[in-house]
């Protein structure tokens, strides 16, 4: 397979993921979280279902660790992932110096949430790499406080060059707490950016 959905099957094989992260918080090791497949009904709160997760976060907040999501043109979708994420408090890393490290991880070019690196929440990260000969896309979900957020990173995503595959709309296929946009990026990665009534705030909000 082209792209590692989380980066744990090299950290079981290393033992922590890259640290020498230019101009951007250091890639920790994680404990290895299940690949999700395209388009899953979405893990209702306290059901355990899908096999996501075996005991409820009660902290909330995470919803992502991090994604490699391989890439045909680094720095537009560098741009494009920036502008996207940008309404939900996302920013850019910097870059991952592969000739620094094991010979199979690839320069990787990263983006994160407000918590990453902070010290005082778990935060989420991607990283986008070259796409190889063979490689395929990714689906990935990005947490929204509410549909404002939602709204604001689907429009700013089309803005940005991507593909419309679904305008912000309750998902009633989901349930009626689900609010959702769906966009399709230059390289056939799917994006959802999602509301879940039910879900407390993942970061603090300015009053």
């Known amino acids: 397979m082209g792209l590692s ?10 033992g922590s993921h890259p640290t020498n992260v230019v101009n951007g918080a250091p890639e920790f090791g994680s404990r290895e979280r299940p690949k999700h497949p395209d388009r899953l009904p979405p893990v209702q709160a ?15 907040g995470i919803v992502l660790d991090h994604i490699y999501i ?16 940008q309404p939900l408090g996302w920013r850019e890393l910097g870059s991952y110096d592969s000739s620094t490290g094991p010979a199979d991880v690839p320069d990787l070019y990263g983006l994160a949430d407000e918590a990453y690196g902070s010290g005082v929440a778990v935060g989420s990260s991607i990283w986008l790499r070259r796409r190889q000969p063979g490689e395929t896309g990714l689906y990935v979900g990005f947490v929204a406080d509410n549909e404002a957020e939602v709204n604001a990173a689907y429009a700013a995503a089309i803005e940005a060059g991507g593909t ?8 009633t296929y989901f349930g009626p707490n689900y609010y959702a946009a769906n966009i399709d990026d230059f390289d056939d990665n799917h994006l959802e950016i ?10 603090p909000h300015p009053q």
């Open 5 to 14: 959905v989380t980066m744990s099957l090299q950290a079981d094989l290393r």
């Open 46 to 60: 306290g059901n355990g279902q899908h096999g996501t997760r075996t005991q409820p976060n009660c902290q909330g």
């Open 70 to 85: 391989s890439v045909s043109d680094v720095p537009r979708s560098v741009a494009f992932y920036a502008a996207a994420l």
């Open 164 to 171: 419309s595959e679904g305008e912000p709309a309750i998902r």
């Open 194 to 203: 999602v509301h879940k009534t039910f879900n407390p705030p993942s970061r």
